[in-house]
């Protein structure tokens, strides 16, 4: 299975930015899926996630009211629209899928099978 993010880039702060991530892999349809971000010398961060259908999302309160996440199974392709974007948003955005499991419940933790590459998102003051 293969995750590949894009979308990241340098916005102004007060912008928007969209990321998405396409799952690719054979015969393969993902569960929950999720983003996460890691900011230089700091943790790996819950941003926000998805379930297996859409109907449950979760977000991490630092941004909850300005990200969006969503999901198109057809295309196996998570995204995460952010706007209102801070400085404090630098990161690069890890994407993550969970297998195909039929719950509602969405992992806010980093206990994803699948990870991308990560994309740079760079948020100017």
């Known amino acids: 299975v293969q995750l590949q993010a894009s979308g990241g880039g340098l916005v102004q702060a007060g912008g928007s930015l969209r990321l998405s991530c396409a799952a690719s892999g054979r015969s393969f349809s993902t569960g929950a899926m999720a983003w996460f971000r890691q900011a230089p010398g700091k943790d790996r961060e819950f941003v926000a996630a998805i379930s297996w259908n859409g109907a449950s999302r979760s977000y991490g309160n630092s941004v909850k009211g300005r990200f969006t996440i969503s999901r198109d199974n057809a295309k196996n392709t998570v995204y995460l629209q952010m706007n209102s974007l801070k400085p404090e948003d630098t990161a690069v955005y890890y994407c993550?899928?969970?297998?195909?499991?039929?719950?509602?419940?969405?992992?806010?933790?980093?206990?994803?099978?699948?990870w991308g590459q990560g994309t740079q998102v760079t948020v100017s003051s």
């Open positions: 993550a899928a969970d297998r195909l499991v039929y719950t509602l419940v969405v992992v806010t933790t980093p206990n994803y099978p699948y």
